[in-house]
């Protein structure tokens, strides 16, 4: 048996368990996993071998939250900028927005969409749909051509994409039920964001009631406005039987209602993002929607982390251009980068004891594959998945800094933060698509995922 790469003396990470192993691959695809070193028996045949001693093998970490901004937006970011910035962060496939210009609503504009990130992305990526008013009669094509679930926007964000008006939205799950797909929602409540929105920003007395801009944005688009969102999906999934996701949770009080809804035996999953994890409005402000809550919402988050109420991590990468980063709070674009920093990030928290490791790649690897339906080809390291792999040095140390990032656009909020956990080899389908920090693929070789 031939086979082109072997992965050597690495200790292999499962959600379940940690083992020190050899992976064996062939064709873009994992062949064989030994237990333990196979004391050469692969040397021979294998036309490459990268010695893994001391590193960690993860499942391909899976980014299934990313705005990559093409076609329409992309002096924010494009795909080749945005995959490039998640190839060298560790993330072998990513799963993109459809909040583009225009949005991604037709077969024809998800066609076209493929077509732009066939050419660019250097990682495998999925594409979801956008749900709309006027888009009914082509859900189940949409579904045929490839979309990994829909999104629906309960709350306005860029681009302001109208959410289905409640009769339509019905009937969008209905169907969505019928083919069987998922649709994620962004839950907020638009009309009480603006109507809220506006009264802050008249009111000039808040400027000194409110020294902290972050409590100010999260007071104007609060959580109540996420929750009676929440609420409304989730009385929609019941009634409908379809299956529901929760895009970037950011309060403790939306984390019961998933809690008591999945006790229900409601198919809902959910998802938060590092942001609403590592920040609170007392101490920082970075504007993005839905906004950054208190300390104790904060916490509220890793404990549902904890009792596997939050499925998946992801990134909502979401970039704008420095410059209008820096315009004052109202004025500046809601978003925040993240896609290549997010597996540091959340190593570093591994190191900390915060999660094991194999909680790590349940979160960002086998649910996320899981939920949006393309386990097992995606999400798992065993024979006959694809080799789609991360490997980290737990040991290796860096200080993230915006400036060093690949994303076309150079804001971080974690610049300057110090971090244990870095990963140093990026493999999509069996090719090193970054090695060591350095860039190793090609544009062109990412391709589209779809549900199985
Ligand atoms: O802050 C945000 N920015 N939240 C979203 O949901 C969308 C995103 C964007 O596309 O800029
Ligand atoms: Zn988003």
Redesign the pocket.
């Known amino acids: 048996m031939h086979y082109d790469l072997l992965i050597k003396n690495g200790l292999i990470v499962t959600p379940n368990k940690t083992f020190k192993g050899d992976i064996a691959i062939t064709s873009g695809i994992i062949a064989q996993i030994e237990f333990a070193s196979c004391n050469g028996v692969y040397e021979n045949t294998a036309d490459l071998i990268y010695d893994a001693e001391g590193k960690h093998i993860l499942p391909g970490i899976i980014d299934a939250h990313v705005?990559f901004?093409d076609p329409g937006l992309t002096e924010k970011e494009d795909f080749e900028s945005g995959s490039i910035a998640a190839a060298m962060g560790g993330i072998t496939m990513v799963a993109d927005?459809p909040?583009v210009i225009p949005v991604t609503s037709s077969v024809q504009r998800f066609n076209e969409k493929i077509e732009i990130a066939r050419r660019k992305s250097y990682i495998d990526f999925a594409l979801f749909a956008l749900l709309t008013d006027e888009n009914l009669k082509e859900t189940e094509d949409l579904k045929n051509a490839g979309a990994l679930g829909f999104k629906v926007?309960f709350?306005t964000?860029?681009?302001d994409v109208a959410c289905p008006s409640l009769p339509i939205l019905l009937e969008q799950m209905q169907k969505c039920k019928e083919i069987g797909m998922r649709i994620g929602f962004?839950c907020e409540t638009s009309e009480l964001n603006s109507y809220l929105t506006t009264a802050f920003k008249q009111a000039t007395d808040a400027k000194i009631a409110y020294n902290n801009a972050g409590l100010w944005l999260t007071d104007a688009r609060p959580v109540f406005s996420e929750t009676l969102a929440i609420q409304t999906v989730i009385c929609y999934a019941k009634y409908t039987g379809a299956k529901i996701h929760i895009?970037?949770i950011t309060s403790s009080d939306g984390t019961v209602l998933v809690s008591e809804a999945k006790q229900k035996g409601i198919d809902i999953s959910s998802e938060t993002c590092p942001h609403y994890l590592f920040f609170d409005a007392e101490k920082y402000t970075h504007?993005?929607?839905?906004p950054i809550r208190d300390e104790k919402n904060r916490l509220a988050l890793w404990e549902a982390i904890n009792k596997k109420v939050i499925d998946i991590i992801a990134s909502?990468h979401?970039?704008?251009t420095a410059k209008e980063k820096s315009l004052p709070i109202w004025d500046a674009?809601?978003?925040?980068c993240g896609t290549e920093t997010l597996v540091s990030l959340f190593l570093n928290e591994v190191n900390k004891g915060k999660l094991s490791i194999n909680d790590f790649v349940r979160l960002a690897s086998e649910n996320p594959a899981k939920i949006w339906g393309i386990y097992p080809q995606k999400g798992n390291i065993e024979p006959g998945a694809d080799a789609d792999i991360t490997i980290v040095d737990l040991k290796k140390k860096t200080i993230i800094k915006a400036e060093n990032l690949h994303s076309k656009s150079k804001t971080s909020p974690y610049d300057g933060m110090e971090v244990q956990g870095v990963p140093v080899a990026t493999i999509v389908r069996g090719n090193f698509v970054m090695k060591d920090g350095e860039l190793t693929g090609e544009k062109g070789y990412g391709v589209l995922v779809s549900p199985n």
């Open positions: 705005h901004r927005m909040n926007f709350g964000s860029t681009g962004h895009h970037h504007k993005v929607y839905p909502d979401a970039p704008h674009p809601a978003g925040l």
